[in-house]
């Protein structure tokens, strides 16, 4: 389980690919090092991997064929900088809200704007997961836990950047077009499926 406040984003630094599974490694600085273990449980841009090595300052991950399908993280390359957030543990201030790591899927950049220190971006998903995706509700983007500014009911929704945000995240260099990881909050689409299926059960 993960809060949603990424450490900062840190470099690919080698990436191998098979046709069923992806290797790479991300160097990390040594705060984020201290106490982390093969087995260990990392975010890497929103999606919970297992570390399976470490060498130094380099850590090892596999992603598998569904992680490579549902994320971005098939779009790796070496040089390329990833938000990183270890695991919580009992008694962290939860400074977001709680991320699973499960990514529902992904979205696409379909807009960008820029207005002195604020970054924003429109982010297009399925027309379906919008009933899960309100104003001012939480949403993780590649990871981060950020507040929905704006929502259109078609298919998109707005995030708005400050700089700190910017400073421990990538999103600041990503692109209009560009992929990023969501994940829906998992306790809004339980109780938005309740009162579906209580509603739908009712008039049944």
């Known amino acids: 389980m993960y809060t949603g406040i990424t450490r900062g984003a840190f470099p690919v630094a080698n990436v191998s690919r098979q046709p069923d599974l992806l290797t790479y490694d991300v160097e990390l600085p040594e705060a984020l090092l201290e106490g982390l273990v093969s087995g260990a449980s990392v975010s890497i841009d929103g999606v919970c991997q297992t570390v399976v090595a470490i060498e130094g300052s380099l850590v090892r991950f596999d992603a598998i064929a569904e992680t490579l399908q549902l994320t971005t993280l098939g779009d790796l390359a070496p040089g390329q900088k990833v938000a990183v957030e270890r695991s919580s543990r009992v008694g962290d201030e939860v400074g977001g809200h709680d991320v699973a790591g499960h990514v529902s899927g992904t979205?696409?950049?379909?807009?960008?704007?820029?207005?002195?220190?604020?970054?924003?971006?429109?982010?297009?998903?399925?027309?379906?997961?919008?009933?899960?995706?309100?104003?001012?509700?939480?949403?993780?983007?590649?990871?981060s836990s950020l507040t929905v500014g704006e929502r259109d009911a078609s298919g998109s929704f707005w995030i708005h950047l400050i700089p700190e945000t910017l400073r421990l995240t990538n999103l600041g260099e990503k692109n209009e077009g560009d992929r990023v990881n969501i994940e829906l909050d998992a306790r809004t689409v339980a109780i938005v499926d309740t009162v579906e299926r209580v509603l739908a059960e009712r008039d049944a």
């Open 107 to 143: 979205g696409r950049i379909s807009s960008r704007k820029v207005d002195g220190h604020v970054w924003d971006l429109e982010i297009t998903v399925p027309a379906r997961w919008m009933r899960y995706i309100s104003t001012k509700g939480f949403i993780a983007v590649d990871g």
